[in-house]
């Protein structure tokens, strides 16, 4: 009974090695291409573009297709980062240069047109039209003044580019644009009370300024300067708990599409590898007993020798002697041969004294991969990589007993 209870395990441990080496190099793959292309720091600057500057052309920043995510936003020239800059951030902070007055007025005095023309008092055209646009009759019907019918001109501020002046100290140079892939709750906040500090009416300046420059940032902030009872001190707190929140929906809807590239990635090195889990499954079995048979002739029983010449011979006649055979077998174990399979396999000599051989097998691949047999180890083998390299190490973790360094 404890024999069997050994083997399940030493099977359990088996796989779960097997999986924890595949999730590695579909982890490994994945991490370097991210950081390649700068995926992750292009995420976040897309949604700070969004929420801080708006759409562009009516088009969100943030990709809507996991094709965008890893075609459209790394190559597209639309880069949402802004430059890198390796100097530290200005010491004092400009107020922004809007005249927040001048741009309420004229969107009330659009406001009013667009009323007007409801009620049947101005003609239906006018609204948006400027001086040269709007006829003397126009002007003179009763409604307002064509200067105020002009649509409200909405100043060029960059707000990102304002963000970023604050955070310049947590950048590195990497490239031409910033690789800021995180930004602390806290720094953020610290930020925005930055850009407080900088404008005359403090909170209440900086949210007419915002609204004056139709920034989505400006509703976000207004509703937690209105829920922190206009105190400076909870309003900080609650820009830091309400971008802490966003990050984590942010991270949420990245997580959602590498799932995908890391199900592929995984179909492909599972293919690539031929890795049938269940064929793995039963290669560990027969390695178990055959290591027991083993150990049964060298504890004195002789039973296990015919089945073990037997083997010798059918490996070949360099390792027909069974002290070679039995050699052999021992230094190679099922876990080195997992790889035995792929479509190139590499052979490292067990004495180290020749270079590692790589061998084409393509024609043996291809049969394995075409053969129905194989269809469902290998369905298995993509299931167990999408629970991702930390799982697996937690279990082998868990199932041997090792336990991880705590702080």
């Not at 075609?71 to 597209?76: D, G």
């Not at 960059?158 to 310049?168: S, V, W």
């Amino acid at each position: 009974m404890i024999l069997l209870i050994s083997v399940y395990i030493d099977l359990a441990i088996g796989l779960i090695l097997a999986f924890l080496l595949l999730s590695l190099l579909v982890s490994g793959i994945n991490e370097a291409i991210v950081r390649l292309l700068g995926i992750r720091s292009k995420f976040l600057w897309a949604y700070l573009r969004d929420t801080l500057d708006g759409s562009e052309d009516g088009r969100s920043w943030i990709p809507s297709k996991i094709a965008d995510v890893f075609a459209k936003l790394p190559f597209s020239g639309n880069d949402p980062r802004p430059a890198h800059s390796p100097d530290p951030a200005p010491a004092v902070v400009e107020p922004m240069r809007v005249d927040s007055a001048t741009v309420l007025a004229a969107e009330n005095a659009e406001e009013k047109v667009s009323e007007e023309i409801a009620e049947g008092i101005a003609p239906e055209g006018t609204a948006g039209k400027t001086a040269e646009e709007t006829g003397p009759d126009e002007a003179g019907a009763g409604g307002p003044a064509a200067e105020d019918r002009a649509e409200p001109p909405t100043p060029p501020v960059d707000m990102t580019a304002r963000l970023y002046e604050r955070l310049q100290e947590i950048d590195h140079p990497k490239g031409t644009r910033t690789s800021i892939a995180n930004i602390p709750p806290e720094r953020f906040s610290g930020a925005v009370m930055e850009l407080v500090a900088a404008e005359e009416g403090g909170i209440d300046g900086l949210l007419a300024k915002l609204e004056a420059i139709r920034s989505p940032l400006a509703g976000h902030l207004k509703g937690v300067w209105e829920g922190a009872q206009r105190d400076a001190q909870k309003f900080r707190k609650g820009v830091e708990d309400w971008f802490n929140g966003e990050m984590q929906r942010l991270s949420t809807l990245y997580a959602r599409y590498v799932r995908w590239v890391v199900f592929a990635l995984g179909l492909v090195l599972t293919l690539l590898f031929s890795m049938d889990a269940l064929e793995y499954g039963k290669t560990l079995l027969r390695d178990n007993a055959y290591r027991a048979g083993v150990a049964a002739i060298a504890g004195g029983g002789g039973e296990g020798y015919a089945e073990l010449k037997e083997k010798c011979a059918a490996a070949g006649a360099e390792l027909a002697e069974p002290y070679r055979c039995v050699t052999e077998s021992l230094s190679s174990p099922a876990l080195v041969k997992i790889f035995d399979h792929a479509i190139v396999s590499v052979t490292i000599p067990p004495d180290g004294s020749d270079d590692p051989s790589f061998h084409w097998n393509g024609g043996a691949w291809w049969d394995r991969l075409v053969t129905p047999g194989h269809w469902p180890g290998y369905l298995l083998t993509m299931v167990a990589l999408l629970f991702g390299a930390s799982f697996w190490w937690d279990v082998l973790r868990r199932l041997t007993g090792v336990r991880g360094n705590r702080s």
